[in-house]
């Protein structure tokens, strides 16, 4: 067989290639999730039912909030944190998937940038976060959410919640990498989400939680997250203290990523 | 620049903290623009020796170039003169045939333009063109490893690792491949590839090494192997255990390889085909020994091993300790 042209490289820069290894990976996983259907289903059906289910639901009086607006502006800032955790159990289940077909073993045999399978996987969970956010705001805007800190502060609020479901997908990477499989990937998540997303003040307030659970419900990272979400939403400062809770949400995240980013990284090396 | 396009000195390669050896030092000698040919059965560590030369995983002890690269201390240099085709077909199933390409071309660093170019020519090369924009999930399996062929020639890399290229595949689909990898030698790859087959290894091979449990039992060109081995196997079922005893004694030296008895069935390795056949059978009439079957066949690799060796492929195997991880995983 004789292949007419000659192998033309392309001239970049060591860090130009790290970047554009990145984007090719993450292109290509962004391309599955609109391809799968489950995947698409997952994505983005889901957190549509949780806002429907949580508003008319439970949140039909069942919930009491000291919240203007009542309980659908308690729900929506909780229900963005909530979604873009769950997101990142598609982190663990894409990078098991790959590993179980062989495709990191052949991205492994090419002269592309190490790192750039996992970052390539948590940007396009980044890139696939933005998507959900943007449609539950526009459903959360329907069902009458309606945010009183403004637009800065909205976007602030999104950023953070971006921020911090970015530094965690890192961890959901590590099960990923770690799992025998994608279903047990998944499995594995399961008793991490739960507790992180409803052991918390996402869908009710703690204080209406018993007593044990409390502290953990109060202090975790996820709770930390979405009071700062809340806090720059509802825009009636309704409990002054929370104004800290965006530091606290940006030092959990930092945090996180830098523990769980070399734990994944270490992961990585040794699996695949 | 080294005589050789891969160069491996004792390998020796472990896992699970030295439990399991998957390769006992191995040494390997590819000459520059030819098939050679690593024969052997699960287990043996044909994939381990594999993914060693690919830099996928390193050796334990022992060294080894490619392209006169060291695949431990460049293997940057050596990922981007090899290519490297499995019998996982390693493609991804959400994309189509062309994204595959591009999506390797673009990792290999190669320029868009020319990664176009690329991709519609090994289409085109591989009968993949009608499906090049659909998703691989729809593809044969034949399809699969074509295009899994064609993800490792985007590059134009001069060295190739062809692991068990066509396990798996239907006959006409093997053919096919057999006949691309046949016009990529011509023009002046180097393949090593890695077979459980006999036939494959004889078809495309000048030579070969036999593995066996992490260690070379045999080496030399097809030819030399085969004319150690004999070149047929005469397979004469008797009717009784009795015949076969008394046949055997009949026909022994029609073969000056020993006979290999399992119940009423005899088997013989002979030179001379028909013509021993009929030998034997001129033999057996005499004496009245009545056949229940009679089969001349071109011997399988179990026939090698049980030549080589004195036990057959699946004996004492533990393919599973040998195996990786990913190994396992990608099978499950």
Redesign the interface.
């Given at each position: 067989?004789?292949?007419?042209?000659?192998?033309?490289?392309?001239d970049?820069s060591g860090l130009g290639?790290a970047v554009?290894?990145v984007l090719?990976?993450a292109r290509?996983n962004m391309?599955?999730i609109i391809?799968?259907p489950t995947a698409l289903v997952f994505t983005i059906l889901q957190p549509i039912m949780f806002v429907l289910l949580f508003r008319y639901v439970f949140g039909s009086g069942a919930i009491a909030t000291n919240i203007p607006g009542g309980y659908v502006n308690y729900l929506l800032p909780g229900i963005i944190v909530q979604t873009t955790i769950f997101g990142a159990v598609g982190t663990a289940i894409g990078l098991a998937e790959d590993?179980?077909?062989?495709?990191?073993?052949?991205?492994?045999?090419?002269?592309?940038a190490r790192m750039?399978v996992l970052a390539g996987r948590t940007v396009s969970d980044l890139g696939r976060n933005v998507l959900v956010l943007i449609i539950i705001s526009l459903v959360g805007f329907a069902v009458g959410f309606r945010p009183h800190g403004g637009v800065v502060d909205y976007l602030f609020a999104v950023l953070i919640t971006l921020l911090f479901a970015y530094c965690l997908s890192w961890g959901f990477a590590y099960i990923g990498l770690a799992a025998?499989?994608s279903e047990a990937a998944q499995a594995m998540t399961f008793p991490l989400i739960f507790p992180l997303t409803f052991v918390s003040g996402i869908f009710v307030p703690v204080s209406s939680m018993p007593g044990w659970l409390q502290g953990f419900a109060t202090y975790q990272p996820v709770s930390e997250v979405t009071k700062a979400v809340r806090y720059l939403m509802d825009g009636s400062r309704a409990i002054p203290t929370h104004g800290n809770s965006i530091w606290v949400a940006i030092i959990w995240s930092v945090g996180l990523i830098a523990i769980l980013g070399p734990l994944a990284t270490a992961k990585y090396k040794k699996?695949? | 620049m080294s005589d050789f396009a891969v160069e491996a000195n004792d390998i020796v390669r472990t896992f699970n903290d030295g439990d399991v050896q998957a390769l006992k030092g191995v040494s390997l000698h590819v000459p520059r623009g030819e098939v050679f040919g690593l024969l052997g059965p699960n287990g043996s560590g044909k994939t381990t020796m594999v993914r060693i030369l690919s830099t996928i995983l390193s050796p334990t002890s022992g060294t080894a170039t490619v392209d006169g690269f060291d695949v431990v201390k460049h293997p940057d240099k050596v990922r981007r003169r090899i290519g490297l085709a499995g019998q996982y077909a390693t493609v991804d199933e959400n994309l189509t045939g062309f994204e595959n390409l591009r999506m390797i071309g673009s990792l290999n660093h190669l320029q868009k333009s020319f990664v176009l170019i690329r991709a519609k020519e090994l289409l085109e090369e591989f009968g993949l063109t009608d499906a090049a924009h659909r998703n691989v999930k729809t593809y044969s399996g034949g399809m699969r490893r074509r295009l899994d062929l064609a993800a490792a020639l985007v590059a134009g890399p001069p060295i190739l690792f062809l692991d068990e290229p066509t396990s798996g595949l239907d006959p006409q689909s093997r053919q096919d491949l057999w006949t691309i990898i046949e016009g990529l030698v011509e023009g002046g790859t180097t393949v090593l590839l890695t077979t459980q087959y006999l036939e494959e290894a004889d078809r495309l091979c000048k030579q070969l090494v036999v593995l066996d449990k992490g260690t070379i039992i045999a080496q030399g060109t097809s030819q030399e192997l085969k004319t150690r081995l004999g070149a047929t196997v005469l397979s004469l079922s008797f009717h009784t255990t009795g015949d076969a005893a008394r046949g055997i004694e009949l026909i022994r030296d029609v073969s000056t390889k020993p006979a290999n008895v399992e119940g009423t069935v005899v088997e013989l390795t002979v030179e001379g085909g028909p013509a021993s056949a009929a030998e034997a059978l001129r033999r057996l009439d005499a004496a009245d020994i009545a056949l229940s079957g009679l089969t001349l066949r071109e011997p399988s690799l179990d026939d090698v091993f049980l030549s080589l060796t004195g036990h057959k492929t699946g004996d004492e195997l533990a393919p599973s300790d040998a195996e990786t991880r990913s190994e396992r995983r990608a099978r499950a």
């Open positions: 067989m004789t292949i007419a042209t000659e192998t033309v490289y392309a970049k290639w554009s290894d090719t990976i290509r391309l599955a391809r799968i590993l179980q077909r062989g495709l990191i073993e052949r991205f492994r045999a090419l002269p592309m750039a025998p499989n699996v695949a | -």
